[in-house]
């Protein structure tokens, strides 16, 4: 009797657990997602970040990130992000299914607050390649929010594009060695976004000129920091390819 309750306690304290990351680079992997407290860009600001993985089961996962940056007002200061392990390495001309859902919102925002919630997927000419390393070919966002003012990289090439039942906006532009190619959100916050993916990568191959046999490599989800102060909180997201 008293083994089977500390069995029983020791599972409670397990499922109420949450990880908190806290370093620079810190990363925690758990269902089919890798959770970054990615902060590539401190060097431009002041301030602090942590990420936290709240559960993940399979292709699911929930997990917030609480910031507060300063200084240097368009330059990115992190990206904390959720990495698929298991959604790559299909051609963007032989995908049969890209289910993505994500519901999110922000608990705490500063009034100042500068940021985007996006998703940053990478695809190149090999079948596997790490993002934005030299094997990315072109680095495709879909910003669910942008706010403060803030723009992605380039300029933007067309508005008014209707795509998963919103319209979107289109900024293209080249960093490093590959293309940005970036759809904003025209109607504001989407907080709860379920669509099959498949749409935005054919918009690009019938209109942007990129090829059906770029492979996707990487799809990363998560939130562009340049100032201010938040609690963002994913209560579920979800991605699969095949
Ligand atoms: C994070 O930065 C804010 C603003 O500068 C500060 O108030 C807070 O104490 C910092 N938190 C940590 C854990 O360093
Ligand atoms: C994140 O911010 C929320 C809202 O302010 C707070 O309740 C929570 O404790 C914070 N989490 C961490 C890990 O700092």
Do not use: H
Request: net charge negative; aromatic share 12%; hydrophobic share 35%.
């Amino acid at each position: 009797m008293f083994r089977y309750i500390a069995l029983a306690f020791g599972a409670l304290q397990l499922a109420s657990a949450a990880t908190v990351l806290t370093g620079q680079y810190t990363c925690d992997t758990a269902g089919d997602y890798t959770l970054c407290n990615d902060q590539w860009g401190i060097a431009n600001g002041v301030g602090n970040q942590t990420s936290t993985l709240i559960s993940a089961s399979g292709d699911t996962i929930s997990w917030s990130t609480n910031y507060t940056w300063a200084n240097n007002e368009n330059d990115v200061k992190t990206y904390a992000n959720v990495l698929s392990n298991t959604a790559n390495g299909v051609q963007i001309g032989s995908i049969s299914s890209f289910p993505t859902a994500w519901t999110w919102d922000y608990e705490t925002e500063s009034s100042d607050l500068r940021a985007d919630v996006s998703y940053d997927m990478w695809t190149g000419t090999a079948e596997s390649g790490t993002a934005a390393s030299s094997s990315s070919s072109y680095e495709i966002m879909i910003w669910l929010s942008g706010k403060g003012g803030i723009q992605p990289v380039g300029s933007l090439q067309t508005s008014g594009i209707s795509l998963a039942g919103y319209t979107w906006n289109l900024w293209s532009g080249t960093t490093e060695t590959w293309t940005t190619m970036s759809f904003v959100s025209a109607d504001g916050d989407i907080t709860s976004f379920s669509t099959d993916l498949t749409p935005f990568f054919q918009y690009l191959v019938d209109n942007q000129g990129v090829s059906s046999s770029q492979y996707i490599q990487a799809i990363q989800t998560g939130t562009e920091a340049f100032t201010g102060t938040a609690n963002l909180v994913t209560s579920s997201f979800s991605v699969s390819l095949s």
